[in-house]
């Protein structure tokens, strides 16, 4: 049997993306997660209230954002003050506070996803 061990998992803590009035913020685990992109695409399943963050790989019709390139102590910003808004107004979340949400990596698809209508811690 073979492991790949992570030695800075424990200190690292958790994906975690911060949803505020704003902006996306992402922590240096998700970072890590995207395996640290120069750019990323945001996409939104309005149905299933699930926002889905992944690598930038050339796809036609689709704005691509600075990544890695935009990292502050250890924390990514994508400002999105009008989508936030949005999103507020089909969860019933004014996004008065910061909330912070635990984020699923999907292995297969090297996507981030955040369930935008689940659990939240806020901040």
Avoid at 52 to 60: A, H, L, S, V
Wanted: charged share 25%; with cysteine.
């Amino acid at each position: 049997m073979s492991y790949n061990f992570n030695w800075n998992a424990v200190s690292g803590g958790a994906p975690y993306v911060t949803i505020s009035n704003i902006a996306l913020a992402f922590n240096s685990v998700s970072i890590e997660k995207l395996g640290f992109p120069d750019q990323v695409i945001v996409g939104f399943d309005e149905e299933n209230c699930v926002i889905g963050i992944k690598p930038y790989m050339g796809e036609p019709n689709v704005k691509a954002y600075d990544f890695t390139s935009r990292m502050k102590n250890g924390w990514i910003r994508i400002g999105c003050k009008d989508f936030i808004k949005y999103l507020g107004s089909l969860i019933n979340e004014p996004f008065e506070r910061s909330k912070k949400y635990l984020a699923k990596h999907d292995d297969k698809e090297n996507i981030l996803l955040v369930f935008a209508a689940g659990e939240s811690e806020s901040e």
